[in-house]
């Protein structure tokens, strides 16, 4: 589908600011520190037969063990 106008490269832009890393955690005026929240990762099991190689996850993924996705 072509979209009249739009290209990805018109899209882009340069931007004028710059953005740093910040060295450590931040402190409040109290001197408490102000940590992240931390991104929680799931645990994913999932069981695979031996004789096919295919693999099914308890989060709905399915591939074959050798060959990757399905």
Request: charged share 25%; glycine share 8%; aromatic share 8%.
């Amino acid at each position: 589908m072509k979209m009249p106008g739009f290209t990805a490269k018109a899209s882009l832009y340069r931007s004028r600011a710059t953005y740093e890393l910040a060295e450590g955690f931040a402190r409040t005026t109290e001197g408490q520190t102000i940590i992240p929240q931390r991104i929680k990762l799931r645990t994913v099991h999932c069981n695979c037969d031996t004789q096919t190689d295919i693999c099914v996850c308890d989060n709905g993924r399915v591939f074959h063990n050798v060959l990757g996705e399905l």
